[in-house]
């Protein structure tokens, strides 16, 4: 069984759903999600917000804080995913805001640096992940380990 396959039982079992807001992965978790058979019983729906406007605009997130830490950010993405769990009034939310590659990496934020949050019943998570170089390997990856972080995040509440 794959993880997005293990979290929509949980979620099932649990009577939560979902939402995501995307930014570097594109939808990929989305994707992911509703590839299981079932999943209209927990994903409510998400947003795919790669412009710092639709992220503050849609999602909520603070401009202030965009312009202070950057888009790729835990400040950001912690908002992303608060701002899409309100919108769309799920009890969990993913949301990764990240730089897949190849280019757009910094000294500070080199390709691959993405920071993931979920949002659960009992609060707001997040975690800072370095990958590879390579785009379609970091989207994969980050997909994963964001799903991997909800259902880890649950399985303790």
Same mark, same amino acid.
């Given at each position: 069984m794959n993880i997005e396959e293990e979290l929509g039982q949980l979620l099932v =079992?649990? !009577?939560?759903?979902?939402?995501?807001? $995307? %930014? +570097?992965?594109?939808?990929? @978790?989305?994707?992911k999600i509703t590839s299981v058979a079932g999943s209209s019983a927990y994903y409510l729906g998400g947003v795919v917000s790669y412009s710092n406007e639709m992220k503050a605009d849609f999602l909520g997130v603070s401009s202030a804080d965009i312009d202070k830490y950057g888009?790729? %950010? $835990?400040?950001?993405? +912690?908002?992303?995913?608060?701002? @899409?769990?309100? !919108?769309? =009034? %799920?009890? +969990?939310?993913?949301?990764?805001?990240?730089?897949?590659?190849?280019?757009g990496g910094t000294i500070e934020k080199p390709v691959g640096t993405v920071w993931v949050a979920v949002c659960t019943p009992s609060g707001?998570?997040?975690?800072?992940?370095h990958l590879g170089t390579d785009r379609c390997e970091n989207i994969e990856e980050a997909t994963r380990?964001?799903?991997?972080m909800l259902y880890d995040q649950l399985l303790n509440e």
């Open positions: =079992g649990k !009577r939560l759903t979902v939402a995501t807001a $995307e %930014s +570097c992965t594109g939808g990929n @978790v989305a994707h888009a790729v %950010s $835990e400040s950001v993405v +912690c908002q992303m995913a608060q701002g @899409v769990k309100g !919108r769309v =009034g %799920s009890d +969990c939310s993913i949301a990764t805001s990240g730089i897949a590659g190849p280019g707001v998570y997040s975690q800072c992940l380990l964001a799903m991997k």
